[in-house]
């Protein structure tokens, strides 16, 4: 069986046993392709705090352990768990287990149809600008307003396709969110050469989720 067969072996039992929002596989980032990647929430009653599981699947003979361990573990620049996911006949051994548990990554067995959480990964705190990327990769903004992570569009064409454009008239009247631009922050960027400063338009984006919009942005309509 190929690798790529794997991952959605992988993506559906990570649904079930994470309890992901969202998922997806081979997802393309600036300096990597996590086999398969998954968003949950986490954050209780009183936050919208969620938690990304990103999840490298190797069959068991492809590359040497410690080699697919470190591969696994460079994912954390992006998410808050990482794990490596074999498939194989015979379960991790001793040895196996303590590269993993020394490196800092989880284990997942995947065996005949099966998947099994045999370590569980250590939380970690990516890199906020890569995490966000990999979040809007899986077509998720965060609100600026409730701090909670929703879905911002379809991917990948429809990126943002149910945020308006600046218009909070028209996302309350299409109940969408509305997406804005920061602009001092972008010129400030583009002064100091943090961005290219032959851009003319501004990357600097921002989210206002659907039911910030339609809760509290619709009752300030109208008023003086
Ligand atoms: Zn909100």
């Not at 980032?29 to 929430?41: C, E, K, N």
């Not at 994912?75 to 590269?99: G, H, K, S, T, W």
């Not at 966000?132 to 879905?151: D, I, M, N, T, Y």
Request: proline letters at 3%; aromatic letters at 8%; charged letters at 30%.
């Amino acid at each position: 069986m190929k690798e790529s067969e794997l991952y959605e072996r992988v993506e559906k039992w990570m649904k079930g046993h994470f309890r992901c929002f969202a998922t997806a596989t081979n997802t393309g980032l600036a300096y990597s392709r996590p086999d398969v990647t998954g968003v949950r929430d986490i954050g209780g009653d009183l936050s919208g705090e969620v938690e990304s599981i990103i999840i490298e699947v190797k069959r068991g003979d492809s590359q040497p352990f410690a080699t697919a361990s470190g591969q696994a573990l460079g994912y954390r620049v992006y998410a808050n768990r990482v794990y490596l996911a074999e498939a194989r006949a015979r379960p991790f051994d001793e040895n196996e287990i303590q590269i993993a548990s020394h490196l800092g990554i989880g284990l997942i067995w995947i065996k005949g149809r099966g998947c099994t959480e045999v370590l569980s990964s250590p939380s970690y705190t990516p890199i906020t600008r890569l995490n966000r990327l990999l979040l809007e990769k899986l077509a998720l903004g965060h609100c600026q307003l409730c701090g909670s992570v929703f879905r911002i569009g379809e991917e990948p064409k429809k990126k943002f396709s149910r945020m308006t454009r600046e218009k909070i008239d028209k996302a309350i009247e299409l109940e969408r969110g509305v997406m804005f631009w920061n602009r001092e922050v972008a010129d400030r960027k583009r002064r100091l050469g943090i961005r290219n400063s032959a851009e003319e338009k501004t990357f600097e984006r921002r989210f206002i989720c659907p039911d910030c919009v339609s809760g509290v942005l619709s009752q300030l309509r109208g008023r003086e």
